[in-house]
């Protein structure tokens, strides 16, 4: 397993040599928990540090959430990896199932949660809660990828910082992933404020008390835990952020213009710093180009997507478009595309620096709409989703039952969020995603642990079926 270790000492002992204390001469020069944890610009650096390993993943994230489902339609330029993720048959091999990213990010929240509460520095009081916090959420966030995503996988709570850690750690199962996570934020709740920063870029773009509730509600909804969710989902609804919904007129501007107004979290990608151009959905997504730079068209919409979302619906020409007859600035004419991560253009250069976000208050209101419907209350559910519909301007639903409204709200979450990474994990966690798919070999309800942490780590066991 890929671990971002902060401290590695490697002892060589000779037969001849005296090892006596030798892992207690460690040069000035090295970084270690001991002398980096000092002040409280250390606590930022190190928190920032958690973001950065996030921001590596939208790909992964994205194609977790929506591969292997009815969302994702294989092209000519397809590799062998992405018609795996389009027709559900992922090898371990696949480049896709890949989790280094995600324990680089858990072992580093693991060093915040440990070293933090030590810093004696007065600077920090005003916001060492919060930090710990971010930490904690972003823990629970990197796992709950894992858990939805492999089912089985490694729970380490302790940072890698010498010889002594157990580098083979065995994986846990689901049950006992959530029940960390749920620990988590739990703890995390309290410790963020509602808006904890002055700007917007960082309110939407890290944790905040409304990211925490969001995870939560999602989280609850997979463990069946309806009425916690219902409630999680409300206090993110009523949340003194004002997370409002967009027009639906101005749909678009969620992906275009970036932390819109019913943003909760996102990604943030910016061409003009560094690290800001790395989201390569836009790669993956965007037809070759013409006049500009662009993507390599590894996936289309699918024939399912392009019939539940017709163009009169105000979330259509957000959510895919259509070269055309004169296709410029792209290359080929008349190609049907995903949309919702453009990048930006500046001369006939394409930046990948779209957004990706994780949590909006579209999603949460349809979260709430579900565990209430499960609840029992069919009229409170019906009023939400119908919040939904009406901005989309399809008008009221025609459900008149619980089961008829439980379809209804499965559609509307295809509609308003394909390709945000839902689908997969919604087919999953409802038991629908062999009815739904087709896809009938009940090993596809999780991905394979990667090929190479098996060699690497003995106690690793590979899920069924791979």
Known sequence: MKINNILLLLVFCMASISCKKVTEQIPGSIITPQNFYKTASDADNAINGCYDALQSSPTNMELWGDGRADLLAATDRSGSTDLQVASGNVSSNSGYASWSALYGGINRCNSVIKNVPGINDAALDGRRDRIMGEAYFLRALFYFYLARTFENAPLILAPYENLSADFYPATSNRAAIFAQIESDLKTAEPL???????????????????????????????????????????????????????????????????????????????????????????????????????????????????????????????????????????????????????????????????????????????????????????????????????????????????????????????????????????????????????????????????????????????????
């Open 192 to 466: 963020v404020p509602d808006l904890p920063f002055g700007n917007t870029l960082e309110n939407k773009g890290k944790t905040t008390k409304a990211a925490i509730r969001s995870l939560m509600a999602d989280l609850y909804l997979w463990q069946k835990k309806y009425r916690e969710a219902a409630d999680a989902a409300e206090l993110v609804i009523n949340s003194p952020a004002r997370y409002s919904l967009v027009a639906g007129a101005s749909f678009g501007s969620v992906f275009t213009a970036k932390n819109a107004t019913e943003s909760i979290l996102e990604l943030q990608f910016n061409y003009s710093y560094q690290e800001g151009n790395n989201n390569g959905l836009t790669d993956l997504f965007l037809p070759l180009g013409g006049t500009i730079t662009a993507g390599n068209l590894r996936y289309q919409p699918s024939a399912a997507l392009l019939a539940a979302l017709p163009a009169n619906d105000n979330r259509a020409s957000a959510t895919y478009k259509n070269t055309g007859t004169t296709p410029a600035p792209f290359r080929d004419p008349n190609i049907t595309y995903i949309a919702k991560y453009p990048g930006t253009t500046v001369g006939n250069v394409l930046y990948m620096d779209a957004n990706f976000i994780i949590y909006r208050l579209a999603e949460i209101i349809l979260f709430r709409a579900e565990a209430l419907n499960e609840l029992g209350q069919f009229d409170d559910a019906k009023k939400l989703l119908n919040q939904i519909r009406t901005r989309a301007g399809i008008g009221n639903t025609t459900a008149t039952t619980q089961a008829e409204l439980r379809l209804e709200i499965e559609t509307e979450r295809f509609r308003e969020l394909a390709y945000e990474g839902k689908r997969y994990y919604d087919l999953v966690r409802t038991g629908r995603y062999a009815a739904v798919t087709g896809n009938t070999d009940a090993n596809w309800l999780r991905w394979p642990l990667p090929a190479g942490e098996i060699t690497r780590n003995r106690n690793l066991v590979q899920n069924e079926g791979y």
